[in-house]
């Protein structure tokens, strides 16, 4: 199936300037789930098709073998890494029609995160994004590894909230890592205020900062984060661009709709800024019930999984682990918050198009 004419591969040519440029500007990128057969192997299939939901709705990138991906893909017995890896990028450059960001999750010490660049880079990837949950390194360990996979692909830091595996960096590590030649972009999903400051401060602190794009992560004030300016130290005023998401992952063709209403109300447009900001709460409370916020964020994947198997484009949530599945209430709390925020939603959208994307 094809959503429109083929595009040369994301990795190469003019096609990886162009997506490159698409991330600098800033856009909707979904962190992409996996779909799991009921032998937990990889169904192709709707896998296949939660790329082609993505496109379809218009996001400007997806980010593969990432946390909403399950980092368990990477484990030998499971095996699952470079065949996800493959599946999504194939899918892109056989189906997308425009620049699309192509983002690849690298984790590890320093020679699995360059070997999880190398296959990235060789199946056409556009960058790559860090995790910072390497136990035992310190800052210095981190922008050495970050300076040796920027030497195969560009770099997306990641500020992670502890809750899921983070840790604090300090503002004198962001600053050096956007100084780093081969940082694109900085993930910032603290979960916290002050935390978020800091970086977009230390940032532009950087002799690169005009070249470091800014994303959220922070899917507890997506809203928020999009609407808010910062003042430097230099006078100036920054911004997060766009979005890298686990939030995003679903009702995408909403959320990409939202940013256009963020762009809008940016802009200076007063009617778009006050639907955002009365937005604002309703969609962190939505994303508290599919991060399952009130079990410490246990069920975290298995919420995204299941407001996708309610549309049809999964036909189960289940998950690598067993264990991991919805915590009590949050099935009961997804129902509450699509009925109560019916622009949040898209599955008229998705029951048109599910079939073709299935196919």
Known sequence: MSLSSPTPPPGGGPAAASALDLLAQGTVIPAHPL?????????????????????ASGA?????????????????????????????????????????????????????????AELAASLG??????????????????????????????????????????????????????????????????FDRYRTADVVRAVARADRADEVTLYTGNDDDIIGDLLTSYTTADGRR????????????????????LF???????????????????????LTDANGAVFDVRGAFRGCIAGIHEVLRRQGLLDDIRCLDPQETLSPGQAEELTRVSAAYPWLTDDTFVAEHRDAWLS
């Open 260 to 282: 256009a209403e963020l762009r809008r109300a940016r802009e200076g447009d007063p009617e778009a800024m006050a639907r955002c900001l009365a937005r604002r709460t309703e």
């Open 60 to 116: 400007g990138g997806i980010a593969v073998g990432v946390h909403t991906t399950q980092f368990a893909i990477r484990e030998p017995q499971v095996g699952l890494l470079a065949p996800v890896l493959e599946l999504a990028a194939e899918t892109v450059r056989a189906e997308a029609g425009r620049p699309v960001v192509t983002v690849a999750g690298a984790c590890g010490y320093v020679a699995q995160a360059v070997a999880e």
């Open 238 to 257: 920054r911004r997060l661009a766009g979005g890298l998401l686990g939030q995003w992952a679903v009702w995408t063709h909403a959320a990409v709709r």
């Open 35 to 55: 779909a799991l057969t009921p032998a937990r192997g990889l169904d192709e299939r709707r896998q296949r098709a939660l790329t082609r939901y993505y496109l």
């Open 125 to 190: 990837y556009d960058a790559v994004l860090l995790s910072p949950a390497v136990p035992g390194a310190d800052e210095k360990g981190l922008l050495d590894r970050a300076r040796a996979v920027g030497e195969v692909l560009p770099v997306i830091g990641f500020y992670l909230q502890e809750a899921v595996g983070g840790r604090y960096l300090s503002p004198d590590f962001w600053s050096a890592f956007a100084d780093l030649p081969s940082t694109a972009a900085v993930k910032i999903a603290p």
